[in-house]
């Protein structure tokens, strides 16, 4: 029987935190069982539901792969020549699926270019893999689905630890919240480990200059 891949990532936008970025792997004849607990997109369910289906993922898959990017790593890219968001994603993406070697794979594609962003992928995997990339995957494909709940879940869980770490609440960590910014103005210099320093939001509050557009595909 197949094994399929369902890969998403949660926590691109946020000026505080890390990016989390799931694989989960299923085989085909127990992918029924995603659509049974009621999987969809993590952005359509609420978080006690997301907390729910977690577990139950857990439960059913056959492996399960989490990465947590942290925001050291996400400025160095952002802030690189020659790397960008997509391609961090894309790194880690392949890290997934080397590490799953999946027959399917369905993937959430943060690239305006799907087909460079796909050929890049299958450039650098171990096998060949049966692949779907496109946009919002995680609304269309269940796996995928499955894969964003336990990114959002994983990331929302590192926020807490973070809260509880410095015993200060900076809200939801996006910058356009309000509650955010005020955070930042406040507490750049006291807590620099927290943030995104690559960030426009982050550099309009430091002095320093704009940062590069997030959905900027570059050239390697």
Same mark, same amino acid.
């Given at each position: ?11 691109? &936008? ?36 997301? %907390?729910?289906? $977690? ?12 990465? #947590? ?15 960008? =968001?997509?391609?961090? %994603? ?10 799953? =070697?999946?027959? +399917? ?36 494909? *269940? ?5 964003? #709940? ?7 869980? %590192? ?6 770490? #410095?015993?200060? !609440? $900076?809200?939801? /960590?996006?910058?356009? !919240? *309000?509650?955010?910014?005020? $955070? ?10 927290? $943030? ?10 430091? &002095?320093?200059?704009?940062? +590069?557009? =997030?959905?900027?595909? /570059?050239?390697?």
């Amino acid at each position: 029987m197949a094994i399929l891949c369902g890969i998403d990532e949660a926590g691109r &936008g946020p000026v505080i935190g890390p990016l989390v970025i799931a694989g989960v792997a299923i085989s085909e004849e127990k992918a029924a069982a995603l659509v049974s607990i009621g999987v969809k997109d993590s952005k359509m369910l609420s978080p006690k539901q997301r %907390e729910r289906m $977690f577990d139950q993922i857990y439960e059913i898959a056959d492996k399960i792969e989490v990465h #947590i990017i942290q925001p050291e790593e996400i400025d160095s890219a952002v802030e690189s020549q020659n790397m960008n =968001l997509n391609w961090l %994603e894309a790194d880690y993406t392949i890290k997934i699926l080397n590490a799953i =070697l999946p027959d +399917k794979a369905f993937i959430d594609c943060p690239s305006n270019n799907i087909m460079a962003y796909q050929n890049y992928l299958v450039a650098k995997l171990k096998k060949h893999i049966e692949m779907k990339v496109a946009h919002k995957a995680d609304q269309t494909y *269940p796996v995928a689905s499955a894969a964003s #709940i336990i990114a959002k879940v994983t990331r929302d869980r %590192e926020i807490e630890i973070l809260k509880q770490q #410095i015993g200060e !609440d $900076f809200g939801s /960590g996006y910058p356009s !919240d *309000p509650f955010t910014k005020a $955070f930042i103005v406040k507490n750049h210099k006291k807590y620099p480990h927290l $943030f995104r320093k690559s960030w426009e939001t982050y550099k309009a509050v430091a &002095g320093l200059q704009k940062q +590069k557009r =997030l959905g900027e595909y /570059g050239k390697k």
